[in-house]
């Protein structure tokens, strides 16, 4: 279990809106969590954050002026998101640009995204409900949208995180928290950016087609306050899960709670949250908090690539005679074609026949380690 640690003494002090902040550091110092004695404007009243300093906002580290140094020994630094500024654009002009999906080939757009890199190691992160958090126990593998910790590490409330969610809903399920998988990259290969060639379809989609937020073509997340940049796996294929994933939980005041942890030799999740944190589990369908691990399959050695209907799909499983594809260019003449649904934002499936499927081929993905 790992909560965030209460103010001390001993952390950190930075300086924030020209004040100076008793901090501690979150996701090792991609973000902060500051705290007040007195009321100050973002600052929220959280009494059990220490009777002293009972007002704290989270904030990312790009925001703070002056920080002591944030990596750990043995833990490389994340490249931070570079923004180039000057007086006529500032911040808010290159945030609403980055909304803009005529602006995807905007030369300042484009080097603040390239700024934006995945190396091996480095901690991604996939906000999920309490149905997806559901299916990640019972063996799916990482897939889909996802975000680098360290651009999203402030974004730790329900609310906050209702921007990152893929299941088309804008808020928690039922109950004040929201739910993480978090795991370290094996390869930057494994990642795409959605901007412009094979995620040109995403843009297209019309409202009704699809789940969650517009993609928007530009590589970051749609959002009214926000830059955080986001990547896609690549094809949206499964990825292997690696050891030490872990499931998280976030409630109301921000704490993170380790929920479950993946060990790869038993190919499925230890529980690691203690009974004062079970409840976090009562809104996820059919899983008892109780449950130490659940078994998961094989991790994937290979991709299974086809086409159907002229459409390029990856094989998820077969199923007497029928297929289970995902499309690996979603758009609105592929999901017509295949009839595929939207299982998350940009995920479509379908089942399709295995005597139509042409173009058969598997394809060894091996990681140089």
């Not at 757009?109 to 992160?125: E, H, I, K, Q, Y």
């Not at 997806?132 to 949208?145: D, E, I, S």
């Not at 651009?151 to 088309?168: E, F, K, N, Y």
Request: negative net charge; aromatic residues 8%; glycine residues 10%.
């Amino acid at each position: 279990m790992t909560i965030t640690p209460q103010a001390s003494g001993n952390g950190p002090r930075v300086t924030y809106g020209g004040v100076v902040y008793p901090a501690e550091e979150i996701a090792r110092g991609a973000a902060y969590e500051l705290f007040s004695a007195e009321e100050a404007p973002g600052f929220e009243w959280a009494p059990g954050s220490g009777a002293a300093l009972p007002w704290r906002r989270f904030v990312h580290a790009t925001e703070v002026t002056v920080v002591p140094p944030v990596a750990e020994p043995g833990d490389e630094a994340e490249s931070p998101l570079l923004v180039p500024l000057h007086r006529e654009r500032g911040w808010a002009y290159v945030q609403r640009l980055s909304q803009q999906p005529a602006a995807a080939g905007d030369p300042t757009l484009a080097a603040v995204r390239a700024s934006a890199v995945v190396r091996r190691g480095t901690r991604m992160v996939k906000v999920l409900s309490a149905r997806q958090l559901a299916g990640y126990v019972r063996g799916w593998l990482p897939h889909g949208f996802c975000h680098r910790e360290h651009d999203v590490a402030h974004l730790r409330t329900p609310s906050a995180t209702a921007v990152l969610r893929t299941d088309g809903a804008d808020g928690p399920d039922g109950a004040d928290v929201t739910y993480a998988l978090r795991w370290r990259a094996a390869d930057p290969a494994d990642y795409d950016v959605p901007v412009g060639g094979a995620h040109r379809g995403l843009t297209a989609l019309a409202p009704r087609d699809r789940l969650g937020g517009a993609v928007l073509g530009t590589g970051f997340v749609p959002s009214s306050a926000q830059l955080v940049p986001e990547f896609v796996t690549r094809d949206f294929a499964d990825l292997p899960m690696p050891a030490n994933a872990t499931l998280l939980a976030y409630p109301a005041d921000g704490v993170e709670v380790v929920l479950y942890s993946y060990q790869a030799e038993q190919r499925g999740w230890l529980r690691m949250a203690g009974p004062q944190w079970r409840h976090l589990l009562a809104a996820v369908p059919g899983l008892s908090p109780d449950q130490e691990y659940v078994p998961t399959g094989e991790a994937p050695r290979s991709t299974r690539l086809v086409d159907w209907r002229g459409v390029p799909c990856l094989v998820l499983r077969e199923e007497s005679g029928w297929l289970r594809l995902r499309l690996r260019r979603p758009g609105p003449d592929a999901v017509a074609e295949t009839g595929a649904q939207c299982q998350e934002r940009g995920v479509y499936e379908t089942w399709a026949p295995a005597s139509e499927i042409t173009d058969d081929r598997v394809v060894d993905l091996p990681y140089a380690l």
